[in-house]
């Protein structure tokens, strides 16, 4: 089993930026893929990054395209996301999730994280 956690989360206003982090444990690290889903008040958890086992490629939903930034420590056992520009529409709680590959991961990832609340003010 994999225990995922999340940290980071706040409050912030619109254009400014929020750094959340997901410490992992159990398996090794680097043989799962990470990514990050969020869910807002009355709608769906969406799919918002995804990064590969090495970190090597990395993909993004259109909304948060050139704003979000996701990378990985394999060595801390740590993946983070640095959102940059935000808006009130990114309000969401943000979930950490990891599977054996970024394909599977963004259809149903194995395994979530706890969650972490990011307020946008306007």
């Known amino acids: 089993q994999v225990q995922l956690v999340e940290s980071g989360g706040g409050l912030v206003q619109a254009g400014g930026s929020l750094r959340l982090s997901c410490a992992a444990s159990g398996r090794t690290f680097s043989s799962y893929a990470m990514g990050w889903f969020r869910q807002a008040p009355g709608k769906e958890r969406e799919f918002v990054t995804a990064i590969t086992r090495s970190g090597g490629s990395t993909y993004y939903a259109d909304s948060v395209k050139g704003r979000f930034t996701i990378s990985r420590d394999n060595a801390k056992n740590t993946v983070y996301l640095q959102m940059n520009s935000l808006k009130p529409e990114d309000t969401a709680v943000y979930y950490c999730?990891?599977?054996?590959?970024?394909?599977?991961?963004?259809?149903?990832?194995?395994?979530w994280g706890h969650g972490t609340q990011v307020t946008v003010s306007s």
């Open positions: 999730a990891a599977d054996v590959s970024t394909v599977i991961l963004r259809n149903g990832p194995a395994y």
